[in-house]
């Protein structure tokens, strides 16, 4: 009986050890980043999946805007009036699935992870994950005119943060996890690692620590490798060759720019004062909202059939060519109205791929009339409609990095990225200039939260390390006997103490925990060296007490030493540090 029992402690001690380099260690980090960027594709995978499956049982078709106005094959004697119920239908499905188990999955998705990141510690809710994915999957297989990058950045965030909680890291790192799961959720989904990996950093963190974007970018390529092996390596839009054929171009480009800027703008009103409008004509349950919307949603697909789904075989029409400049402009209108409908309604989805969509249209637009007026320095049309796609993206969400980014990796031409670069700046600050918000932050600010301010901890956040530690507390020698050890630190307040060799050089630090571990093993005659914990961070006396905090958070310790030249020189725990901070303030980051 006393093996068994042994055993069983063995065994404990071996998950606690590996639970701890879990949480502590970069290693740790990496794993769990691997872990997310893999389980990003797989949800990537099934959600496609799910799309084209629901999109073929409702239309009958795998793209029903590859075919715009055709019927259903089934009900041939109806035509094009079959899409008056599927977007009801569809809505009777995902309305109450949404309402009843996890209402962070309605709308578009990136907003609610900004917001968790930024406000309540990276924490979602696991069953996010799954409620999304099928209610997204039915709104756009249903016909709602959205994107899938908004539900596929909730989906493998809420993975990311749930793989955090389970091996219960830090807030810091839960965060970077999240990142992981967004960064993979669109590498998979997009064929699109860089722009992945920028859109999670620009939008998501909005931090570029050296460890934040190694990790991420970790779970983007591991990510982008299983989607291509699965999903094919080829891009999932298919755009024309771009070349500059006239100098005189970068001025057009240029105009573009800031016209896109204000389509960008004009598309985050226009998407807030529809969804406002739904919120004011409806009256009853919240769960039967969608399948009611969905009749004025069906009305307009009638009208306007391009705008079911996601849209992506009309962007591809429209920037080849096919289409007239009346046509093209009416698109672009209908995009905004079906997208904010789709929203408004209680649809779940994305906006990314719809402001690409008006962009294409606009930039298509304006290049077809550029091309009339300057035959001689316009070049083809199609060249605008790719600019206006990373234009317009960056003037709602003013995320000029990752629209660079996407549109590149989607042409492969390395000439497109100093006229997209001037479109998208330009675009970028005329934005600025007219709006305070971007499509993402006015969801938030609208519910009084401004991701824009930041609590700021009183001046002794500045306040130097060697101001405020203590004195060291008795340490531990590294060729100390092991009960020894443990009686020292049942004395200690923190459960941790520095490990010091002969000569009084630090060694690292020893927890109370390790110490119980080693005991439990029967691992009596073991010395002290043998179970130092080595920091991710260490702590001078000249560092600011913020980052003795964040070393605290990143060690997963009670308290951590201050050292210089490898000795330790004072001590600094969470009691301390807490007790140095005056009351919070806001103030504008």
Request: charged residues 15%; aromatic residues 8%; positive net charge.
């Amino acid at each position: 009986m006393s093996a068994a029992i042994l055993t069983d402690v063995s065994q404990a001690s071996r998950r606690m050890r590996l639970h701890q380099l879990l949480r502590v260690s970069e290693g740790g980090l990496l794993a769990l980043a691997l872990l997310v960027g893999a389980g990003s594709a797989g949800f990537a995978i099934v959600f496609r999946w799910l799309i084209s499956t629901f999109t073929h049982l409702a239309t009958g078709r795998a793209d029903y805007a590859a075919s715009p106005g055709a019927s259903h094959p089934g009900i041939e004697g109806l035509g094009r009036w079959f899409l008056l119920a599927v977007p009801v239908l569809a809505g009777l499905l995902y309305g109450p699935l949404v309402h009843f188990f996890a209402r962070e999955a309605r709308g578009h998705g990136v907003p609610e992870v900004m917001y968790a990141v930024g406000r309540r510690g990276a924490r979602i809710p696991p069953q996010v994950a799954a409620v999304k994915a099928l209610a997204s999957a039915l709104c756009i297989g249903g016909g709602g005119s959205v994107g899938r990058e908004g539900p596929i950045v909730q989906i493998g965030s809420a993975l990311g943060s749930t793989v955090g909680r389970l091996a219960r890291v830090a807030e810091p790192r839960l965060r970077v996890l999240v990142a992981c799961g967004a960064a993979g959720g669109i590498a998979a989904t997009f064929n699109a690692p860089l722009a992945g990996v920028f859109f999670a950093m620009e939008l998501i963190l909005a931090d570029f620590t050296a460890q934040a974007f190694g990790m991420v970018v970790v779970a983007a390529v591991t990510s982008a490798a299983i989607g291509r092996a699965a999903l094919g390596d080829a891009p999932f839009l298919s755009l024309p060759p771009f070349t500059v054929e006239h100098v005189g171009q970068y001025g057009l480009f240029a105009v573009l720019g800031l016209l896109a800027g204000v389509v960008g703008v004009v598309f985050t009103r226009v998407l807030y004062l529809i969804e406002d409008a739904c919120d004011a004509v409806w009256r009853g349950p919240e769960w039967l909202r969608p399948a009611v919307g969905g009749i004025l949603l069906g009305l307009l697909l009638i009208a306007v059939p391009q705008m079911y789904g996601v849209g992506y075989p009309v962007l591809g029409n429209a920037v080849f060519g096919a289409y007239g400049i009346g046509f093209l402009l009416l698109l672009a209108g209908a995009k905004m109205v079906a997208t904010s409908l789709t929203i408004g309604i209680g649809g779940s989805g994305g906006v990314f791929a719809p402001s690409l969509f008006v962009g294409a249209m606009l930039g298509s637009a304006y290049g077809g009339l550029a091309h009339g007026m300057f035959p001689g320095v316009a070049g083809p049309a199609g060249a605008y409609g790719l600019i206006g796609m990373g234009a317009a993206f960056a003037g709602a969400a003013r995320a000029p990095i990752t629209a660079v980014v996407i549109l590149f990796e989607l042409t492969g031409e390395y000439s497109i990225i100093l006229p997209l670069m001037t479109a998208i700046v330009l675009a970028t600050g005329v934005s600025h200039a007219l709006s305070a918000d971007t499509i993402y932050t006015l969801k938030l600010r609208r519910r009084g939260i401004d991701l824009g301010r930041r609590e700021v901890i009183g001046t002794a956040a500045l306040t130097k390390v060697g101001d405020v530690m203590t004195t060291v507390p008795e340490g531990v020698r590294a060729d100390q006997p092991l009960r020894d050890v443990a009686g020292v630190l049942a004395r200690s307040a923190s459960g941790v103490l520095p490990v010091l060799d002969a000569a009084g050089n630090y060694v690292g630090v020893v927890t109370a925990r390790v110490v119980a571990e080693a005991l439990a093993d029967g691992r009596h005659d073991a010395d002290p060296a043998s179970l130092v914990l080595e920091l991710p961070l260490k702590v001078r006396r000249d560092d600011q007490l913020a980052q003795a905090i964040e070393a605290l958070d990143r060690s997963g310790c009670a308290a951590t030493p201050v050292v210089e030249e490898n000795r330790v020189v004072g001590w600094i725990s969470y009691r301390v540090a807490l007790q140095s901070l005056p009351a919070h303030r806001w103030e504008r980051s």
